[in-house]
């Protein structure tokens, strides 16, 4: 008792399941929840749209981006085994499931759909 896991113990310990399950986890709520269409998460990425259809923004693009690099990366890349910075796409990945989140239509309470599964244990 008393030791709480840090988010990084949160998630699996190998690599290359945690960047499969965080794509396949953000193409589903793409797919879902905001029209996406394409054959991969980069392609998802660019046809997304919110409930009002505009584009998801940049900056939230630019971070998913980021995490579809390291994934191609680690995928691809012979000599790439490891995730450069195992906390930071952590990190990412939960922001971008959370700014993800608040692009939903809002519920009759006001609040964005808080169903939204995002969670790649």
Do not use: W
Not at 34 to 48: D, R, V, W
Not at 83 to 98: G, H, P, V, W, Y
Request: aromatic share 6%; glycine share 6%.
């Amino acid at each position: 008792m008393g030791n709480t896991p840090t988010r990084d113990q949160l998630y699996s310990t190998n690599d290359f399941e945690l960047v499969i399950r965080a794509s396949k986890q953000l193409e589903h709520l793409l797919e879902r929840d905001f029209q996406a269409t394409g054959n991969g998460l980069g392609e998802k990425i660019h046809s997304a749209k919110d409930y009002r259809g505009n584009p998801l923004p940049g900056n939230l693009s630019r971070q998913m981006k980021r995490l579809v690099r390291e994934r191609n990366q680690l995928i691809h890349n012979i000599d790439y085994n490891n995730i450069m910075n195992r906390s930071q796409f952590i990190k990412d990945f939960e922001q971008a499931c959370d700014e993800l989140k608040r692009l939903l239509p809002p519920t009759q309470t006001g609040r964005g759909r808080q169903d939204s599964d995002c969670t790649i244990l």
